[in-house]
């Protein structure tokens, strides 16, 4: 019932359905060493980029000689996305040094090329790797009235700069592009602030599917602006740092993939899509794994078997015995009703839309959290020995629902995580929590929304027939004085 045993099975089927739909493979072009690729972009388009699968072999060095390509583009962005590796575009046949200014090294990288009266526009790709890599080569024509992505560029090597620089590290995923440039058409050439409005939009894959195809469908839906606009999510600013600048909080697992669109007037032309799985599969596998090892999948089955406990009759009954003397049951639900106010306030700030950045201030959160947290204990109190009752029922049930949520891979245990993140790692009150929602979450809420109604009436139930042999009134003596 492990979740790596499921994740493997779920790969195992899906690739096993690629298989059997084996159109994809014939159409990958082989390129090795010195191959020479003629990419002809007779009719090219920004609705209609020019894609094709191709595998470059290990420690090689491939050309593409793009020819006729339409004279209604004024510039075309060439793109190449690999699987899981890094390699060298570049625009020379000598320069894949990482600095150069005329090379890009990574996984999802792109060069700008603007079109001119050449026959022939050739790139370079290198593969230093040991390994053969899958890989899509996409190329987008775009007119001289669309914007260039990229084409204020300050910090990035390349002159101009359309692609997306991703940095993942084990709580945010940190995502750059550079400012975008006025087109061609026009006179005015200035890269004053806010001239190109550049918004960014986010797309997530199902949990743990590592496979090569749904990469590169994922990749494919973030390609033009249209599919980026039906595809993606839009994510708003932050009013702190660059408008080109925008942090995730990271759902281990889950790819996601990043891109940037740029507009001009009626124009818009997409950056090149950037994607993380928010861990290191090939570099560091363990950082892919929520339950990497058998201490913590131990824990795990202690937390699930102590919810499971908790659904006895028995051990509920503990709960109330406990409250024998008077400042001790005060102080005993004060901590049980304040612990349930964090708790809430925590499922507030994990489901918070994400334009409610007004909780990315510091004071504000803290002001928000706390009046929150008071608000809800301060109800709790009201009623007594019934928020008792439901506090038990919702943690013995997130008990048995957390310990699932880590064996399926969904998102829940994020409500504790993305609040202990906010909490400790610097810069992430800027995080874009926006999470990943499937199948699996709305089965496992409501779940877990059933198994905190069967624990709070089974409460209720033994507390009524308890109130009734003592001393027939609803409340037990003891708790009287709380009514005065
Ligand atoms: C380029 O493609 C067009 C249409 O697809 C075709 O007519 C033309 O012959 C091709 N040219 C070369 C050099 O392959
Ligand atoms: C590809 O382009 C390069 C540079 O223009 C040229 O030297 C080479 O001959 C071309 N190769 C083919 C097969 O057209
Ligand atoms: C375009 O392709 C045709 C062949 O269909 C070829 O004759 C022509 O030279 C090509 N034009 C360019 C600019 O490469
Ligand atoms: C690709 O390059 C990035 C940045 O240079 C690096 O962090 C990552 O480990 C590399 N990936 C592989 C598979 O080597
Ligand atoms: C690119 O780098 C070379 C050498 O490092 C330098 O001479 C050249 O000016 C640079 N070009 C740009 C556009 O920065
Ligand atoms: C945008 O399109 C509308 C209608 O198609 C047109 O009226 C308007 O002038 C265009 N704006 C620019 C800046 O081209």
Known sequence: MSRTFIGDLLIFLSLVVASLAEKKLTNTLFLDDGSVFQVNLTSLHDYSPYTKRIAIEANSISTFNVTNVSSSASFIIFQIHVYLYNITLSYDKDNFDKNSNRSIFGSNVGLFSKVTTNIVTPLYVKNDNVHRVEALFVAI??????????????????????????QTDDTMITVDVQPASMPFNNVRHSCEKDVVPVEMYHMFLTGWDFSVDSYFAAIISMLTVT???????????????????????????????????????????AYVPAFSYACHPIVDPDSCKILPDFSSNFICALCFIAGLLLLYPKFQFHVNTIQTTYPYILIFRLMSNLTLGWFFGCVVYFSSPESFTILQNNWLFWIFFVTFNLGIALIMMLLLDFASFITCAIFSSFM??????????STLKYIVINFMRRITVEGFNLAIIEHPTEAKDICLILLWICLALYHFLKQLVIYFINGNRNDSSVFPSENRPLLR
Do not use: K
């Open 227 to 269: 599919d980026i606009m039906e595809n993606g999510m839009q994510v708003t600013s932050s009013t702190v740092f660059s408008p080109m600048r925008r942090v995730f909080s990271a759902y281990t697992g889950f790819g996601s993939v990043y891109v940037a669109v740029a507009t001009y007037g009626n124009y818009s032309a």
């Open 400 to 409: 048995i629902i957390l310990s699932l949520d880590y064996w399926i891979g």
């Open 141 to 166: 024509a775009y007119h001289n009235r669309s914007p260039v992505p990229g084409g204020c560029n300050m910090e990035f090597n390349t002159e101009i700069a359309p692609y997306t620089m991703v």
